[in-house]
């Protein structure tokens, strides 16, 4: 170890003297060889159990003889020629490779040591204050000059220990509460299925989801939300035995894994408990008020065999406490309506679809009658379940509407078309206009002027180019209001679309007041034209009438080329159909705009006999 020691400090004296240009630096050096020569004789005796390092040992005495020669002729070189003169001899000089040498043999002979007490040592380990040394050799350029360092670092066995442990436990705990988190909530529930199934023990789950947590958290901030969260996992350790599990599922979910139980009264029990516990009022940063839970209860093997199965199964008995009120707990039913579990299957999947990334947005464009080009496009709502497939906007729309999720699901679709119009932009294609769906629910959230106003100034989104398709029943519960919300969000500057014209209450007194700017034709008269005289009708009453009104006309549905001639014909401004694209997401779309653009491009150069109409896999001319 002396050896070993005062090589690390001729490392440290010859890069002092780099640094310094100090003689006696170089001197200390050297005085490091003379110091090492002494114990080489311990080195020898220490050896003795090892023959094979005899040689080794001889070859250290060797080489520290070299290299005092080698210093002696660098201190004479210092003396008659300077600093400069012996820089340069030190880059020439092996010097260092040998103090090289002399550490390596050293650690090696050392480590041998060490192998010898620990095995003298070994009824000592219980105490983990048994040290292991690691050597390393680092390469380090000092002012251009190559210098080798030891670096010795002592770790204790103890803090290796608690090191582990705290990756652990952050591998298996929820940062927030401190709650056990998923990953080991699934190793103690196999644990207990597993020894239950041997038992014949039932094993039972609660799914725990705070009732209208998002209000409170979008109130009161993150943090509050946060530190309500920390309250509730603290309130439900109070409900339950230490041998229980309480894990957090994510967001405001809870799950408590229970065993050794006599029956279903006993987890109602733990259930009604923790409601009671949950709903009484606490203060977050001063502000008391009070939360809800509700819980749906779940039991093996009845309910499945595990813990997959006893996690939906009770989810859905959650949401069916939902349904009846909150703040109450119901137990999973077998006997459960197909269609009604379907649905609340589809329910607790589409809560946690925004957090998941599953939803995305189809983009179907609308063309110019005059001149074929793509002027909007219309944002369509998908749903990538992870079970059932691309669920449409049909079944996924009326279910959002219901459960009220349509609201932040609305405001993740604008936010997502505003930044995806961005992005074509930055690749070089036009501005355009994205249109976006209201739904009723949306249209009367007391929130929706704020959150558009929220979503223009976090993207940086131009409201020119954001477009609000309203269908004509948002004005069915009170006109006026609908009035007064249509002005103020055309204040905005956004464009103001009717959707789905003609099929529902249409009242011309109220329509002349709306600060619209568009009305779109339903797909449902586009259909029978130019076949069907009833459908003729109505779409030239509607293309007349908004033309007196000065508003523009889009007509949605188009398929046919029949279709497309009738319109342009009759003034129609805009037309969107499969005859033009089917909804794409947006890397397709982006290839279909870039496309057309070419292709514009070498119809204004080329063409003069007809107009462009883009066609996906289909003809681009479409005569005048």
């Known amino acids: 170890k002396d050896v070993q020691g005062d090589v690390a400090d001729s490392q440290i004296d010859l890069r002092g003297y780099i640094i310094s240009g100090e003689r006696e630096r170089l001197e200390r050096a050297r005085a490091f060889l003379e110091r090492a020569a002494k114990p080489v004789e311990t080195l020898r005796a220490l050896s003795g159990a090892i023959p094979d390092q005899t040689q080794q040992i001889e070859l250290l005495g060797a080489q520290i003889g070299e290299e005092l020669a080698r210093f002696d002729t660098l201190i004479e070189i210092h003396r008659r020629n300077g600093v400069a003169a012996t820089i340069r001899k030190i880059r020439a000089t092996a010097g260092p490779a040998t103090i090289h040498r002399v550490q390596l043999l050293t650690a090696e002979l050392l480590g041998a040591a060490d192998g010898r007490l620990a095995r003298r040592t070994e009824q000592s380990r219980r105490s983990s204050d048994l040290s292991v040394i690691n050597a390393a050799v680092?390469?380090?350029?000092?002012?251009?000059?190559?210098?080798?360092?030891?670096?010795?670092?002592?770790?204790?066995?103890?803090?290796?220990?608690?090191?582990?442990?705290?990756?652990?436990?952050?591998?298996?705990?929820?940062?927030?509460?401190?709650?056990?988190?998923?990953?080991?909530?699934?190793?103690?529930?196999?644990?207990?299925?597993?020894?239950?199934?041997?038992?014949?023990?039932?094993?039972?789950?609660?799914?725990?989801?705070?009732?209208?947590?998002?209000?409170?958290?979008?109130?009161?901030?993150?943090?509050?939300?946060?530190?309500?969260?920390?309250?509730?996992?603290?309130?439900?350790?109070?409900?339950?035995?230490?041998?229980?599990?309480?894990?957090?599922?994510?967001?405001?979910?809870?799950?408590?894994?229970?065993?050794?139980?006599?029956?279903?009264?006993?987890?109602?029990?733990?259930?009604?408990?923790?409601?009671?516990?949950?709903?009484?009022?606490?203060?977050?940063?001063?502000?008391?008020?009070?939360?809800?839970?509700?819980?749906?209860?779940?039991?093996?093997?009845?309910?499945?065999?595990?813990?997959?199965?006893?996690?939906?199964?009770?989810?859905?008995?959650?949401?069916?406490?939902?349904?009846?009120?909150?703040?109450?707990?119901?137990?999973?039913?077998?006997?459960?309506?197909?269609?009604?579990?379907?649905?609340?299957?589809?329910?607790?999947?589409?809560?946690?679809?925004?957090?998941?990334?599953?939803?995305?947005?189809?983009?179907?464009?609308?063309?110019?009658?005059?001149?074929?080009?793509?002027?909007?496009?219309?944002?369509?709502?998908?749903?990538?379940?992870?079970?059932?497939?691309?669920?449409?906007?049909?079944?996924?729309?009326?279910?959002?509407?219901?459960?009220?999720?349509?609201?932040?699901?609305?405001?993740?679709?604008?936010?997502?078309?505003?930044?995806?119009?961005?992005?074509?932009?930055?690749?070089?294609?036009?501005?355009?206009?994205?249109?976006?769906?209201?739904?009723?629910?949306?249209?009367?959230?007391?929130?929706?002027?704020?959150?558009?106003?929220?979503?223009?100034?976090?993207?940086?989104?131009?409201p020119r180019w954001i477009e609000f398709e309203v269908t004509e029943s948002v004005m069915l519960p009170d006109p006026q209001q609908a009035v007064k919300l249509l002005r103020n969000l055309k204040a905005m500057g956004v464009r103001l679309t009717i959707d789905d014209f003609g099929t529902g209450y249409s009242s011309l007194a109220y329509l002349k007041r709306l600060p619209i700017d568009c009305v779109k034709i339903d797909a449902s008269f586009i259909r029978g034209i130019p076949v069907d005289a009833s459908d003729v009708a109505i779409t030239e009453t509607i293309l007349a009438m908004a033309r007196s009104l000065g508003l523009k006309v889009v007509a949605e549905g188009v398929e046919t080329r029949d279709q497309v001639r009738f319109l342009e014909r009759r003034g129609c401004d805009e037309m969107q159909g499969y005859y033009f694209s089917k909804p794409l997401p947006a890397e397709e779309l982006t290839a279909y705009l870039e496309e057309q653009g070419a292709a514009l491009e070498e119809s204004r150069r080329g063409e003069a006999s007809g107009r462009l109409r883009v066609v996906s896999g289909g003809d681009m001319r479409v005569p005048k």
């Not at 591998?171 to 699934?186: I, K, M």
């Open 138 to 462: 680092a390469t380090l350029f000092n002012v251009g000059l190559l210098g080798l360092v030891i670096l010795l670092a002592r770790r204790e066995i103890k803090e290796r220990r608690q090191a582990e442990e705290v990756v652990r436990f952050a591998a298996t705990h929820d940062p927030l509460t401190g709650l056990p988190n998923r990953l080991l909530l699934a190793e103690r529930a196999n644990r207990a299925l597993t020894s239950a199934k041997r038992g014949g023990r039932p094993v039972g789950l609660l799914f725990i989801d705070l009732d209208r947590f998002k209000n409170i958290n979008d109130a009161l901030g993150h943090e509050a939300g946060d530190r309500l969260l920390q309250n509730v996992a603290g309130r439900l350790a109070r409900c339950v035995r230490r041998s229980d599990t309480i894990a957090r599922q994510g967001g405001d979910e809870f799950v408590v894994l229970i065993e050794a139980f006599q029956d279903r009264d006993d987890l109602a029990q733990v259930a009604e408990k923790i409601l009671v516990e949950v709903a009484k009022p606490m203060t977050v940063y001063g502000k008391e008020f009070q939360i809800t839970a509700s819980i749906g209860i779940s039991v093996s093997p009845v309910d499945g065999e595990d813990l997959r199965a006893l996690l939906k199964n009770a989810d859905i008995a959650m949401y069916r406490a939902k349904e009846q009120g909150k703040n109450t707990a119901q137990h999973y039913a077998s006997g459960m309506n197909p269609g009604s579990v379907e649905r609340l299957e589809l329910e607790a999947a589409l809560r946690r679809a925004l957090e998941r990334n599953e939803l995305s947005l189809y983009y179907q464009p609308k063309v110019e009658a005059r001149s074929g080009r793509v002027t909007g496009i219309e944002c369509l709502l998908r749903w990538q379940h992870p079970n059932v497939g691309l669920v449409l906007p049909d079944q996924l729309v009326p279910l959002a509407e219901e459960t009220g999720l349509i609201v932040p699901i609305g405001q993740w679709a604008l936010r997502a078309a505003c930044l995806q119009a961005q992005k074509w932009a930055g690749q070089g294609l036009p501005m355009f206009r994205m249109a976006v769906n209201l739904s009723a629910r949306q249209f009367m959230s007391a929130t929706l002027l704020e959150d558009v106003a929220g979503t223009i100034a976090e993207t940086g989104m131009d």
